[in-house]
């Protein structure tokens, strides 16, 4: 299904057309990096080198004073190492098939049922890019510990092993054990390294994630048991058809481990409080990627299988989407703590994510691909940057940290950038993103795409409001002497800043004479694999004069009631998406 | 079937007297070899069970049998038998009243109740392990032995009137008569009592909540080694001849499962609650251990084949996470855990694997036995287990959280915050004290062949 032929449908008008990246008309050429590597253990070394090096910064001996930032080093190049990789797999991987790529698979616990199963397409490969760039700048941001650096490191790298294998787990006790596994290591970094509230904070979050655990834990057992299968390999249970009610039962369960992750209100307890209290390189981290997981969870798993139980919750998703963007705002108008107020601001992108899965329609459900690669720079951005101001401030209240435009310049401007980002403003990444979610969920989910809407212009009420206190008001004179961003700040903000540009400049990718070049295109990633997914929930066209009155020819209730002239979605992998876009663009 | 098969329980025997002979007959500075001696039999009894056992047959006329249950169980056994050993090795003073003749006579306990093919030397078997498990914790702690002592025999009184009750109304003592004369027409009132009172009085071996004074209060009360015998052996023997009780009265499984899916949900739900509310980390271990017994018995309470599987899986992670927690953990708390990590970073870090092991983290050994005992829940409709299991797994995670936050988020008294040149108290690596922990990645990476020899044992309890 073309995007802009579901645009069409929806009677969208030509300036919303053009502001939204279609894919490129034709196949990606030649790409930097393409068959300069043909790993077939790329998404191994991906999930478990980040491990690996977690235990050699456990293992190696105490580093001589003067060489305090050994494990920061590890850290640092093993997430650049990392970050090549995935550069080098995203641009390797073939944008115009559906199916898995890098695949690998073996045996692990037959008896039980399960392999040792990776693989990844273009959702996954969204998110294995943003936990590269995310965990380098998260890395950055760590430049300041010093107090028990090596736990530090070696729990923060255990994290990012974790997320990847979450990303490219296709065998579902993997994805649960990754999952799971990312817990620990979050809740101790938080515990050590956190604000005055930590122990509060670790203590939140634990209760949520392992709620959220063990709703994922059994929605998996459950789908495993209904389908009779024998194994837990996603493909194999992505067939099963469990009856409606223990469809629906799993789909909460699911949305249940979610949202939780995600979060959403009521699931957020834990974000409000671990992106008020955590250090700055955890903030990112977990804004950054950990939260993403849980929407990578609902399209993977809630909308990409339980079709049936995805449109009876898609009315509650989107209420709970809605409720949490206005909850978000009047939260954070009515704080007066720079970090609160940026961790409330933190839990919009989340909220518009599980609008675009409301939304269940093909628009919608590439907005919401692409906007959890883009809403989780922006929750990075703003959360990271809130922290590290009240860092530099030794201040969090508004009061005390205000009027610092001119005397902290980069990190009030990067802060801004940060909030637009939020707001989902032109030029950056979230833009298209949340543009395709709208335009793609107003029609199905009209309530809630408003209220999202209205949300997002109280938001920016709030954002104003935090700007002129905190960049442009007038200082206290009370207040501490404050420090501009270091350089590492700068390089950790400005890896998130560059991220959000580059994609809202170029989401289909930069091209030379028609060629892509550099980087074959974010929305060339995601969308066949994204277009595979929503199939299922395209509208179905009505049946032409010419055709026969067969029963088969007539719309099923479950689909959208007004047909649509495009063409019947194909899962056939070979057309390429753009195909039907070229001429649905040509009045 | 030749006679050779038994030789791990001669190795094991064998060393048990030689121990306590050498005491007698050898010089004093032998004796510290005796700890070396005793972990190179015992891992020569493993080496025999593997390369033996898989030989299946009986001996005395069908009164011993290897099966893969019994070759799985004895393994399992042996593994947490060495660890213990390792354990111990690492604090010579626990040795000096010669407590290891007894824990080689728990483990030889276990074995006779594995291969056993009667219920009475079911009983027998875990009459044995329970006497010298207590032998063990007593010998260095004689009131809390004593009370040890009462504990278990009124389990031993429960367990005796239950076996006798069940060899009256099978008309047989063995177990596979049991199975024959039971049917599901047989399950009335003094039955269904007679099954209670028997397995109650497993519990009370096992752990399982409200019945878990040996496992908990009596381990916190002697040594390391002693709570390593009660809390990781005799367990692990009890876990055993609840198994091949069950197996026996599959065909009146309505007179068992119930209680048992309770007495499951009460330990998870408990040992969770307390680990997290615990004030030391060999508390905390205590207390995992009681939640991770609930986890073996709700894989029991399944009654079929993929539930006892997931139960042996989850019984030999235990035995290695439990009989060597309590040595790693010692009696520190609070502060002196932040100390305990600059000190001994290793034996620190094999605290922590053991401590997620047991609380079923992940990747770790427990949670993949945990994982297979709640896929047979879900499919056996013990949904409410599942969820109460699931309650208590992440208490559990809590409360190993807890003590990872002391131990290495925590500043010790003795360490210097800032400042050059100040003096570090001395650190001590000893490899050995990571040999658990080792133990227990090396269960989990070895899953596949693990789980693998689990299924195939509950497939010789012939389960359905």
């Known amino acids: 299904m073309s995007l802009v032929a579901v645009l069409h449908a929806l009677g969208a008008g030509a300036p919303l057309m053009a502001a939204i990246p279609t894919p490129s008309a034709t196949p990606a050429q030649v790409n930097f990096g393409a068959n300069v590597i043909g790993f077939s253990f790329l998404l191994s070394l991906l999930v478990w080198g980040p491990a690996v090096m977690a235990l050699v910064t456990a293992i190696v001996p105490e580093p001589r004073t003067g060489q305090r930032r050994t494990f920061l080093g590890i850290a640092f190049w093993t997430n650049a190492a990392a970050l090549a990789l995935v550069i080098i797999g995203y641009s390797q991987l073939q944008a115009y098939t559906s199916g898995l790529q890098f695949e690998e698979k073996l045996p692990w616990l037959p008896s039980l049922g399960i392999n040792y199963h990776l693989g990844v397409d273009g959702i996954g490969m969204a998110l294995l890019l943003l936990n590269g760039l995310v965990g380098l700048a998260a890395t950055l941001a760590s430049w300041d510990v010093r107090e028990g650096a090596r736990t530090y490191f070696v729990m923060f790298l255990l994290v990012q092993a974790a997320i990847n294998g979450v990303a490219v787990s296709r065998d579902l006790f993997m994805l649960l054990l990754f999952w799971a596994a990312a817990t620990v290591p979050v809740a101790v970094l938080t515990a050590g390294w956190g604000g005055p509230r930590r122990s509060a904070a670790a203590g939140r979050l634990l209760a949520y994630w392992g709620l959220g655990t063990a709703a994922l834990m059994a929605g998996i057992l459950i789908l495993y048991t209904a389908a009779g299968s024998s194994d837990f390999d996603l493909d194999t249970l992505s067939k099963a058809a469990p009856s409606g009610r223990l469809q629906l039962i799993i789909g909460i369960l699911f949305a249940v481990a979610a949202l939780t992750r995600l979060p959403l209100v009521p699931f957020h307890g834990w974000a409000r409080e671990l992106l008020a209290e955590a250090p700055a390189g955890v903030v990112v981290l977990v804004a950054g990627t950990a939260s993403r997981l849980g929407g990578y969870v609902l399209i993977r798993l809630l909308a990409g299988i339980e079709h049936d139980a995805s449109r009876t919750l898609a009315p509650f998703l989107g209420a709970l989407a809605a409720l949490t963007v206005l909850y978000a705002v009047v939260a954070a108008l009515n704080t007066s703590d720079v970090r609160r107020l940026a961790a409330y601001l933190a839990l919009i992108p989340g909220g518009v994510t599980v609008l675009g899965v409301a939304g269940l329609s093909p628009l919608s459900l590439v907005g919401t691909v692409m906007l959890l690669f883009a809403g989780g720079l922006a929750a990075a951005l703003v959360a990271g940057s809130a922290a590290t101001l009240a860092d530099r401030a030794q201040a969090r209240s508004l009061g005390l940290a205000a009027g610092l435009a001119g005397r902290t310049p980069k990190l009030s401007w990067l802060l801004l950038v940060g909030c637009l980002a939020v707001l989902g403003v032109p030029f950056l990444a979230t833009f298209p993103s949340g543009l395709m979610v709208f335009l793609g969920s107003v029609r199905t989910q009209p309530g809630a795409a408003i209220a999202v809407l209205v949300g997002l212009l109280l938001a920016a009420v709030a954002i104003a409001r935090l700007m002129h206190r905190v960049a442009f008001g007038a200082p206290n004179p009370d207040a501490p002497t404050p420090a501009d961003a270091s350089l590492a700040d700068s390089w950790y903000l400005g890896i998130l800043v560059g991220a959000l540009l580059w994609v809202g400049l170029v989401p289909s990718g930069p091209k030379l004479f028609g060629i892509p070049v550099v980087d074959p295109g974010l929305v060339n990633i995601v969308n066949t694999t994204t277009a595979d997914l929503a199939s299922a929930y395209a509208p179905t066209p009505l049946p032409t004069p010419a055709s026969s009155p067969s029963p088969s020819a007539s719309p099923s209730p479950s689909t959208s009631p007004s047909p649509s002239p495009s063409p019947s979605p194909s899962p056939s992998p070979s057309p390429s998406p753009s195909a039907s876009a070229s001429p649905a663009r040509s009045p | ?464």
């Open chain 2, 1 to 464: 079937m030749r006679t050779t098969a038994l030789a791990p329980e001669v190795v094991i025997l064998g060393t048990s007297l030689l121990l306590l002979l050498g005491r007698r007959v050898l010089p004093p500075s032998y004796r510290a070899w005796f700890g070396a001696a005793a972990l190179v039999a015992a891992v020569v009894a493993l080496g025999l069970e593997l390369w033996l056992g898989a030989a299946v047959g009986t001996l005395f006329d069908g009164g011993w049998q290897q099966d893969r249950f019994a070759l799985f169980a004895k393994a399992a056994l042996l593994l947490g038998l060495i660890v213990l050993i390792a354990s111990s090795l690492w604090s010579p003073s626990e040795l000096e009243e010669n407590p290891l003749p007894a824990v080689f006579v728990v483990a030889f306990g276990g074995m006779v109740a594995a291969s056993a093919t009667s219920l009475v030397a079911l009983w027998a078997g875990l009459e044995v392990a329970a006497l010298a498990a207590i032998a063990v914790a007593g010998l260095s702690a004689r009131e809390a032995g004593t009370r040890l002592l009462l504990t278990s025999a009124v389990g031993a009184a429960l367990l005796a009137v239950g076996f006798a009750f069940l060899i009256a109304t099978a008309g047989d003592a063995s177990l596979a008569g049991l199975r024959t004369a039971l049917r599901p027409s047989s399950v009335n009132l003094s039955l269904t009592l007679a099954v209670l009172l028997t397995l109650t009085g497993v519990a009370i071996r096992l752990g399982l909540a409200p019945f878990q004074w040996l496992a908990v209060e009596g381990g916190l009360s002697v040594t390391p080694l002693g709570a390593g015998a009660l809390g990781g052996l005799l367990v692990g023997v009890a876990a055993i001849v609840a198994a091949r009780l069950l197996a026996g009265l599959e065909s009146v499984n309505m007179a068992w499962w119930p209680w048992l899916a309770v007495l499951s949900a009460a330990a998870m739900l408990l040992g969770g609650l307390r680990a997290a509310t615990a004030g030391s980390p060999r508390a905390v271990a205590a207390w995992l251990l009681v939640a991770q017994v609930g986890w073996v018995s709700a894989g029991l309470a399944a009654h079929d084949r993929r539930g006892s599987a997931g139960a042996l899986l989850v019984m030999g992670a235990l035995l290695l996470a439990a009989t060597a927690a309590p040595a790693l953990a010692r009696g520190e708390e609070g502060l002196q855990l932040a100390a305990l990590r600059r000190n001994q970073p290793l034996r620190a870090l094999g605290l922590v694997v053991l401590l997620l092991s047991l609380a079923g983290a992940p990747p770790l050994a427990g949670f993949v036995g945990q994982f297979a005992v709640a896929a047979e829940l879900v499919r056996s409709n013990l949904a409410w287990l599942l969820a109460v299991g699931l309650l208590g797994s992440l208490l559990s995670v809590v409360a190993a959280v807890r003590v990872i936050r002391l131990l290495y988020l925590e500043t010790s008294p003795d360490q210097p915050r800032t400042g050059r040149g100040a003096r570090m108290p001395e650190r001590t690596w000893s490899p050995v004290t990571l040999v658990p922990a080792l133990m227990v990645l090396l269960y989990t990476l070895l899953a596949n062949p693990i789980s693998g020899l689990a299924l195939q044992g509950a497939a010789a309890l012939k389960l359905p």
